[in-house]
């Protein structure tokens, strides 16, 4: 059997976006996220169970790059949702990577046009099968950016299961100082 994480209902769940994308954005764009649907079959809405998964997905993609520009924090806008039941999801972390015949790496992997051009196949395929083979709301992974947190995509279909209990909520900057400083970040001000 497939292994599942679950979410109780209640739950708060975090997401960190640009100011000009809805907080409730299930993008089918061009599939250039890691777990969309290579298809553009179904929508992926990316979400964390706190919100420093979502701000290190969003905010902290160059580790070897130490300063991060407030500028480009304030570009960025926080939202919450409350979970109305409990969800389901595909596990692809501790077991779940070998039932996908999948490694850590594997499901970490970061697309570049240029030097890793399909460093999102293995994701967007095993995407797919939990869309198409299970009735499941999404996966649960761990960040690839801070492994210590665990994030969620959320499937379209989902969309019913989760209320919007804030969007366009600016980022504190305290909180951020607090979040860099034990990774070894800065933040800079101009």
Not at 43 to 53: A, D, H, S
Not at 146 to 152: A, G, P, Q, R, Y
Request: hydrophobic share 40%; proline share 5%.
């Amino acid at each position: 059997m497939m292994p599942v994480a679950t979410i109780a209902a209640g739950r708060t769940l975090h997401r960190v976006h640009g100011k000009s994308v809805d907080a409730r954005w299930y993008g089918r764009k061009d599939a250039s996220w890691r777990w969309d649907d290579p298809d553009g079959q179904f929508g992926v809405l990316y979400l964390g169970k706190t919100l420093v998964g979502p701000f290190a997905e969003s905010l902290l993609r160059k580790p070897a790059d130490r300063d991060l520009l407030w500028d480009r924090v304030e570009q960025k806008r926080a939202a919450t949702f409350k979970t109305r039941r409990t969800l389901r999801l595909a596990k692809l972390h501790g077991p779940g990577l070998a039932w996908f015949q999948t490694t850590a790496a594997g499901v970490a992997a970061d697309f570049d046009p240029v030097t890793n051009p399909g460093g999102y196949d293995i994701t967007q395929r095993i995407s797919a099968i939990v869309y198409t083979e299970t009735a499941f709301d999404g996966i649960q992974y761990r960040s690839r950016f801070d492994t210590d947190e665990l994030c969620i995509a959320l499937f379209e279909r989902a969309d019913p299961a989760i209320d919007l209990t804030g969007e366009n909520l600016q980022i504190d900057k305290g909180w951020v100082r607090k979040i860099l400083k034990p990774r070894g970040f800065e933040l800079i001000e101009f």
